[in-house]
């Protein structure tokens, strides 16, 4: 059983930052791609950034330079550095695992960035 746990949302002022992290449990991790993607009201969810199990990185347009994406493999846990939010990085952030072609998903966590 695959289960994914994030952490690390909450409320901050615009220019502040947030890590989240997300530890995984069950046969998933260390091989698998590891993403976190949000979703605002209204909006469909969308990824925010990812990386493989090599390390390599990519990140949505939005986000360059403000957000870093890594993972921990001892750990068996993705963290999500967010620096100089916006108000409109506030969403709900899900963590995500993807397995044999199969999205596993966390259950969020709120991100509110208040102007």
């Known amino acids: 059983q695959v289960q994914l746990v994030e952490s690390g949302g909450g409320l901050v002022q615009a220019g502040g930052s947030l890590r989240l992290s997300c530890a995984a449990s069950g046969s998933i991790f260390s091989d698998n791609f590891m993403g976190w993607y949000c979703q605002a009201p209204g909006k469909q969810r969308a990824l925010v950034a990812g990386?493989?199990?090599?390390?390599?990185?990519n990140y949505a347009d939005s986000v360059k330079g403000r957000f870093f994406i890594s993972r921990d493999n001892a750990k068996n846990t993705v963290y999500l550095q967010m620096n100089s939010l916006k108000p409109e990085d506030t969403a709900v952030y899900y963590c995500?695992?993807?397995?044999?072609?199969?999205?596993?998903w966390g259950q969020g966590t709120q991100v509110t960035v208040s102007s």
């Open positions: 990386i493989t199990s090599g390390g390599n990185t």
């Open positions: 995500a695992a993807v397995k044999s072609g199969s999205f596993f």
